[in-house]
T-cell receptor, first 111, second 114 residues
């Protein structure tokens, strides 16, 4: 899984399978989290967010789970498609409106 | 609606030089934020401008500066370039200040310092 400052991990999944991308955040005071998707040659794209008063939030084919006890965030992508191939990274907001971003996980979908 | 545009897309500079990057936000967006992205550090926040005023600033040295014009277009400047400044510089625009969930990113400017 991903963690702020570490090398970029990779994940390969078969098309149609579910993907789980993990993120370990650093600050227990963080109250807001965002997952981004970044395709090659493009800027990051917002996928889904979650506030610290929730432990799960669902979007279209994506679910974010938050475990504040262990400071862990995960992104689940259902029925992964080739277009999901990208780098995914999380962001946490410890104080004010300053965000801290992870380095990302590279997801490759195998057709 | 046109997306966020950044110019130039690629740039090669020499140590000690200075560089100016430009960002045109989505029409109607008044917030522009700048980020530096490197493989080792990931995405790091530089600063945010809203209505020509800097609202937030990240932990970067004073060599990094920016400004926003009345039409919301923004520029960032890096003076006395160092090798470590090589990175992808991204800008993002939003309708409101601090609107991270509604930010739209541009494709970035790839800066290489030799």
């Amino acid at each position: 899984g991903e963690s702020v400052g570490l090398h970029l991990p990779t994940l390969s999944v078969q098309e149609g399978d579910n993907s789980i991308i993990n993120c370990a955040y650093s600050n227990s005071a963080s109250d807001y989290f965002i997952w981004y998707k970044q395709e090659s040659g493009k800027g990051p794209q917002f996928i889904i967010d979650i506030r610290s008063n929730m432990d799960k939030r669902q979007g279209q084919r994506v679910t974010v789970l938050l475990n504040k006890t262990v400071k862990h965030l995960s992104l689940q992508i259902a029925a992964t498609q080739p277009g999901d191939s990208a780098v995914y990274f999380c962001a946490e907001r410890p104080t004010g409106n300053q965000f801290y971003f992870g380095t990302g996980t590279s997801l490759t979908v195998i057709p | 609606k046109a997306g966020v545009t950044q110019t130039p897309r690629y740039l090669i500079k020499t140590r000690g030089q200075q560089v100016t990057l430009s960002c045109s936000p989505i029409s109607g967006h008044r917030s522009v934020s700048w980020y530096q992205q490197t493989p080792g550090q990931g995405l790091q926040f530089l600063f945010e401008y809203f209505s020509e005023t800097q609202r937030n600033k990240g932990n970067f040295p004073g060599r990094f500066s920016g400004r926003q014009f009345s039409n919301s277009r923004s520029e960032m400047n890096v003076s006395t370039l160092e090798l470590g400044d090589s990175a992808l510089y991204l800008c993002a625009s939003a309708e409101r200040a601090g609107g991270h969930a509604e930010q739209y990113f541009g494709p970035g400017t790839r800066l290489t310092v030799t």
